[in-house]
């Protein structure tokens, strides 16, 4: 499986529309994790985008389509 990249995280949160403030509320995730994300400072684990990819599916919130 392809390692995800923060390119891949920032294009997932662009598909709903939200800012990262909202994103972060949205997850419960604290708002320097998804910055340090988005910025390559850190790693995202892979099971989590994939999570949080699909609770983006599943409640329709991908507005780019």
Excluded: H
């Excluded at 995800?4 to 709903?16: F, I, P, Q």
């Excluded at 509320?25 to 708002?31: D, K, L, N, R, T």
């Amino acid at each position: 499986m392809a390692r995800t990249d923060k390119a891949d995280l920032l294009e997932l949160r662009e598909s709903t529309g939200m800012n990262r403030r909202a994103f972060c509320e949205y997850f419960g995730i604290p708002y320097r994790t998804v910055q340090d994300w988005e910025l390559g400072n850190r790693r995202m684990p892979d099971y989590l985008f994939r999570l949080m990819a699909y609770k983006i599916k599943m409640e329709k919130l991908d507005k780019a389509k």
